[in-house]
């Protein structure tokens, strides 16, 4: 699978949206990118997911690059609860055999 | 609906013993992963089932990890003889067969100390 680069950690003003980038250069066409977060002393936790086009749930939205080599995930308005460290995966398919190999992440601080 | 159970939610143990882990999956959920997370560090896959057949132990230290589903179900993780380094998180995560982005759902994580 192909790796992700993330910026270790950021901050954010709770209210404001929050930006987190991934740039996954080397991956293939057939490669998802998957975001979770794991909020301290929880296990992580499945936010969203696509393959080329952005995509919005009532958690966030992702934005893919036209090339594939980058994505950003979008947190419309933080909370002190969206605190986490987030990964940025990406991962063949969509069956049940594609790993998730997870990679440090960002760690986001929400402040008030 | 109910998550994934994990248990117990904390463990010491002196090297060279021995211990168990054990995870309850989600209802239905057909495929079932092992976690070892190590502090500061993003969780490593150590070994997936798909009901009760492996699909991937290749980051399994077989010399001493073991893992068993019977019956598909529950699962049960062994650590024998433990070492200093196997001080973890070990996550246990189930997912459906066929679903929205086979998300993974993740339990509590059993944190693992080794002295």
């Known amino acids: 699978d192909a790796k992700t680069t993330q910026p270790p950690s950021m901050d954010c003003a709770e209210g404001r949206a929050a930006n987190l980038p991934c740039n996954h250069s080397t991956i293939s066409g057939n490669e998802y990118v998957y975001w979770y977060r794991q909020i301290h002393s929880q296990g992580p936790q499945y936010i969203i997911h696509g393959l080329k086009n952005n995509e919005t749930n009532e958690m966030a939205s992702l934005i893919i690059t036209e090339d594939r080599k980058s994505s950003t995930l979008i947190l419309p308005h933080a909370t002190l609860r969206d605190t986490a460290v987030y990964y940025c995966i990406v991962r063949v398919g969509v069956d049940s055999w594609g790993k998730l190999q997870f990679g440090a992440g960002t760690q986001v601080v929400v402040t008030p | 609906e109910a998550g994934v159970a994990q248990s117990p939610r904390y463990k010491i143990i002196e090297k060279r013993q021995s211990v168990a882990f054990w995870c309850n999956p989600i209802s239905g959920h057909a495929t079932l992963y092992w976690y070892q997370q190590i502090l500061g560090q993003g969780p490593k896959l150590l070994i997936q089932?798909?009901?009760?057949?492996?699909?991937?132990d290749s980051q399994l230290p077989k010399d001493r990890f073991s893992a068993e589903r019977l019956k598909g179900v529950d699962s049960t993780l062994k650590i024998q003889p433990a070492k200093l380094e196997d001080s973890a998180v070990y996550l246990c995560?189930?997912?459906?067969?066929?679903?929205?982005?086979?998300?993974?759902?993740f339990g509590p994580g059993t944190r693992l100390t080794v002295t």
């Open positions: 089932f798909q009901n009760n057949g492996v699909v991937d």
């Open positions: 995560a189930s997912s459906l067969l066929y679903a929205r982005g086979y998300e993974q759902y």
